[in-house]
């Protein structure tokens, strides 16, 4: 899943970046509403979470800016109020979720996977395909019953490969979905991954590697 964090607190932006890539998330991150609009213009973003009061370009302003362009992200606002009015007036602007500051980060993390199954065609919050269990909520997977453990990049490529049913993920798409806008796109990172999650996931192979488009599994 690829999550834009857009909020002015360079601290609080930076805790929740890195909470959410412990969730195997891939996480950019803008510190005000001008860099969120300059990144949503060539990033298709699952989940954006945005704090309402942004220097250079509201909240609000970018929020409307972006459902006018039909964007497919789902929107998280943010805010210091709790009250009614002011999430009446935030979901008013177009946005999917609403949460007041302070939050708990895990109630945050249910909020921003619930939206990100919503930025996709629906499928059930565990996924199952070729006798492997995947829980994202639980960062769980199982074969054959047995558990695999993954490191986060490893986890997040076969969420992807999930989430695809047995369509070709190319390499691009799995840079983009699993990494940041930081990786070097000529990087084999993709290639050295998807060996070791085939060794983890052990016999008989379930990946298949589609040769000059993908893999799929």
């Known amino acids: ?5 857009v909020e002015d607190e360079r601290v609080l932006a ?6 959410l890539r412990r969730e195997a998330m891939a996480v950019d991150v803008a510190y005000d509403g001008g860099g969120a609009l300059e990144r949503t213009s060539y990033i298709d973003y699952d989940v954006i979470v945005l704090d309402r ?3 250079v370009v509201h909240g609000d302003e970018v929020c409307r800016r972006l459902v006018e362009q039909r964007t497919a992200s789902r929107i998280l606002m ?12 935030g979901l008013g602007l177009g946005a999917d979720d609403y949460l007041a500051k302070p939050f708990v980060f895990v109630e945050l993390v249910a909020r921003v996977r619930a939206l990100g199954r919503r930025s996709a065609p629906a499928l059930p ?6 006798g492997i269990r995947l829980d994202p909520g639980k960062r769980l997977v199982e074969r054959d019953g047995k558990e695999v453990v993954l490191t986060k990049k ?3 490529v076969l ?4 989430r695809a049913e047995g369509a070709v993920v190319s390499q691009e798409d799995l840079l983009d979905k ?26 008989p192979q379930v990946i298949e590697t589609v040769p000059g488009v993908g893999y799929k599994l």
């Open 125 to 130: 919050p565990i996924l199952e395909r070729s």
């Open 159 to 162: 969420e992807e490969l999930m």
């Open 14 to 19: 930076d805790a929740i970046a890195t909470g």
């Open 178 to 203: 699993a990494w940041d806008e930081n990786i070097d796109p000529f990087t084999n990172v993709v290639r050295v991954t998807m060996m070791t999650l085939r060794k983890k996931l052990g016999e």
């Open 53 to 55: 009061d942004l220097p």
């Open 154 to 156: 490893e986890f997040a």
């Open 1 to 5: 899943m690829r999550v834009l964090v």
């Open 78 to 89: 943010l805010t210091a109020s709790g009250e009614v009015d002011d999430k009446v007036e």
